[in-house]
């Protein structure tokens, strides 16, 4: 009985989110289907296994949106109402995703309370523009849920899943490639503390390059691409288009450029780390870090323009963290 009422529960709750998915996807007649995600689906509507993703469409981003279009497409077929209802299962990904990492951290009440804001706050701008952020996510998520797995256990499955997911985030959005700095000197602290640094030796390294560049030539196959067509149109290009905002006077420019909610979600990450009870002992030195990551958090959230303030806590982060790593 007790069985049943969980299923029926459990049921309910995926419908809800079912229900909510394609409401929010009901959006796109009335925008136009953006440029975002309105480009990806034409993309994924005429490209054929003749044609190269860059060569033969205005495209400068990751294979992998293009990828799950056409799995869904396959499966669909293509037209206005299709599209929508590939938008939602997008959206019903992202949200499963990040419910049941809160549900399985729901003892913690500072991770429930952001992981509700991120949630809320990722579709205040409903416009499909969000797409690529989107399907990054779903994959950050991921790779996130595995990587903070390993940092308990040093389960080697769990590693080599991370690096998959996290590839796949990569090939999604090249940009992406920029989290495995956190996720790096994150690893380096925990084996440091557990006297297991030595694991990070060039097995290690190879191992986990080694996924991504299977990954990275299955899509090129896929795709009838080559590495140059893949760096010319993803980091080239995106190098190019940046140069408006490197001169930048304030933070509103750098808001622009970077993906914002995606920094969101890696500071929500880090926030959590910092107080589980495996990160520290010394309470008065977590909760300053959470603090710390606290302001930053909502910096980037609402866009706050104080320089000084935005300078100083990321600062103050890093003296504090160099401290840790050489001294406790």
Known sequence: MNLFKSFTYKSFFVLILLLLSLIISLHLPGYNWETDYGHHYYIS????KFLNLYENFHFH?????????????????????????????FIFLFLILGIFIVIKNYKNIFFVLLSTIFILTFFRSQGSNIFHELVVNIFLLSSIYFFYNYLIDQNKKNIFYFSFFFSIAVLTRIDTLIYSFPFLSLLMIVLYKKKKLRDLNLTFFLQNLSIFLLIFFL?????NFSINDFI???????????????????????????????????????SMFYLSEDFSNQKIFKYLLFSISLIQFFLFLLKIDEV?????????EIILITYFFFKI
Do not use: C, R, T
Not at 45 to 48: G, K
Not at 219 to 223: D, N, T, V
Not at 240 to 263: G, Q, V
């Open 45 to 48: 509507m005429f490209n054929d």
């Open 61 to 89: 981003k990751g294979p992998v949106s293009i990828f799950l279009l056409d799995i869904i497409g396959s499966i669909l077929g293509y037209g206005w109402k299709q599209s929508i209802i590939a938008y939602s299962i």
């Open 219 to 223: 899509f090129s196959i896929l795709y």
């Open 232 to 270: 010319l149109n993803n980091i080239y290009f995106n190098l190019e288009y940046s140069n408006d905002y490197k001169s930048f006077k304030n933070l509103s420019y750098l808001y622009h450029l970077l993906p914002n909610k995606i920094i969101l979600f890696i500071i929500f990450v880090k």
């Open 308 to 316: 000084q303030l935005f300078i100083f806590v990321f600062i103050i």
